[in-house]
């Protein structure tokens, strides 16, 4: 197994090194890092929570973002889980990363990666979707920078909270239970970076364009084919049933994955989470939509390492980006960005 500091310079080498070409012509790229996962960096301190690359001039009003494919492990937090391999291949969206970089290449979109994983922080879960049976610790923060549920919701009752506790199948991932001070500091380090520069992002590119797409990428174990179909879906589009993107942009991605003979289905079973409920504005002209991607459509039979269809998929979803990002740049240069989804 790598070390977390290998990990980390080979995860961020590989978004910094993405060179996006359009037209047969290299852009200017500019990145940066932001947040920090504690124990991760070779100095012994940190090491950054998510990087950011894109071009100067963006050729699309586009962000992807990465919340699930973070594998930056502290040596302190691989100990206290009680099958380390096992929980990391359960909750990682598996190299999923490696998907968008070769989508946000071929198409000159920004891209937002996340280095912290899933097993210490869901990027996806609001800040206080916790489990609080997994934390030893008050429920409040002393400070009451951010006041957090004295309850859980069903995510967090079933064991994927802010923080998983328990994966079906296998029982709980840790050993001991978590310090309140070592939540606040992911909280605090990594889900409050991470967001507020998702937001920032996306304000700055709707200024510029007038309207913004984002794109929150995930993995998904293959489903099940229901009575009603020939073959189990491939990709499942999300979109909070039609509250986080206008409604065209779903079926015009709908069209293009069938026509590219890409099995789909709309947002069952995923509809999106936190990242869409809380970017997600299409009345303001911000329009979020989240994809799922079968990871038998590019990573091995045991679901551990990249397959050789992953360039040729990505290549079919760098054509889904495109015809999104111009829709999105068309609906607003017509004025229909303050038309909330339908």
Not at 46 to 69: D, E, K, R, Y
Not at 73 to 85: G, H, I, K, N
Not at 250 to 270: M, T
Not at 291 to 297: S, T
């Amino acid at each position: 197994m790598d070390s977390p500091d290998h990990s980390n310079a080979v995860q961020s080498k590989a978004l910094e090194n993405a060179r996006f070409k359009r037209v047969g012509l290299e852009r200017e790229l500019r990145s940066r890092r932001g947040g920090a996962v504690s124990g991760t960096s070779s100095d012994g301190l940190f090491g950054p929570a998510f990087t950011h690359v894109a071009p100067i001039s963006m050729p699309l009003p586009v962000l992807i973002a990465v919340p699930h494919a973070g594998r930056v492990y502290p040596s302190e937090t691989l100990a206290q889980m009680r099958d380390p391999q096992l929980s990391q291949l359960r909750l990682e969206d598996r190299y999923v990363d490696r998907l968008a970089v070769e989508i946000a290449k071929a198409t000159g979109t920004g891209l937002v990666v996340a280095h912290a994983p899933r097993a210490m922080i869901d990027l996806n879960r609001a800040h206080d979707d916790v489990d609080w049976d997994m934390i030893s610790g008050p429920r409040r923060r002393p400070d009451d920078r951010m006041p957090v549920a004295a309850g859980m919701n069903h995510r967090a009752r079933s064991g994927l909270g802010l923080v998983p506790r328990r994966l079906p199948g296998f029982g709980d991932i840790w050993r001991e239970k978590l310090s309140r001070d070592e939540l606040d500091r992911r909280v605090d380090r990594i889900h409050r970076p991470y967001h507020a520069f998702l937001s920032s992002e996306l304000e700055r590119i709707r200024s510029e364009w007038g309207a913004a797409l984002l794109i929150d990428l995930h993995s998904m174990p293959p489903l099940r084919r229901h009575n009603e179909q020939h073959v189990p879906p491939q990709i499942v589009l999300g979109d909070r049933f039609g509250a986080s993107c206008q409604h065209s942009l779903i079926a015009s991605s709908v069209r293009y994955l069938e026509q590219n003979g890409c099995p789909v289905a709309h947002n069952r079973p995923y509809s999106g989470g936190y990242v869409l409920d809380r970017h997600g504005a299409p009345s303001r002209g911000i329009h979020a939509v989240q994809i799922e991607i079968c990871r038998a459509a590019y990573l091995d039979e045991w679901f551990s390492e990249p397959s050789d269809a992953l360039p040729a998929l990505a290549q079919k979803l760098a054509g889904l980006v495109r015809e999104l990002g111009a829709e999105v740049a068309h609906l607003a240069a017509n004025g229909q960005t303050a038309q909330a989804a339908e």
